[in-house]
């Protein structure tokens, strides 16, 4: 048995600020805050507001290539936060992405201590120097207590870079 649901999720605003850079062994370090507003659908939304706030970092390995790792934590309700992390592998000549990303919550929801993984890969297009297209897609799993459940996703979303 499986429970279907499609619809749009709720609404996330974001910024992301460089931190320092590290030049002898190329690595840059970044923070990003979020804050996701209930928009979704019925049965897609959280019906929360909720701030996130992660560290990325992004290490140079030859040329054009480089190996990304984030950190982060989401407050899900005033019991619950999320732990979140991302390994990420960019394919620069393609403007394209494959990953590896999960989150685990912890608090006193009814799914507490629920782990979800995720394996996915995405694309971007830019439309102009400060406007960007993704989309992405793969597969989740959670493990719990219950057993594994699975599903596919399929996103999209459109980027604006705001100049000093």
Known sequence: YADKYSGMDDLTFSTKVKLFHLKKIKTNVSAAAFLTIPSGSDEISSNNTYPSIFILVDQGLF??????YNLGVQIISET?????????????WINSYVELYGNVDYGRLSNSGIMYSYVGAGTTYLIKSN??????????SSASLSGFKGS???????SFRLHK
Not at 63 to 68: K, Q
Not at 80 to 92: A, D, H
Not at 131 to 140: H, K
């Open 63 to 68: 040329r054009d290539w480089s190996f990304s």
């Open 80 to 92: 619950t936060s999320r732990f979140n992390y991302t390994l990420m592998l960019p394919i620069p």
């Open 131 to 140: 406007i960007q297209l993704d989309v992405s897609g793969g597969y989740c």
């Open 152 to 158: 596919y996703y399929l996103s999209t979303g459109i």
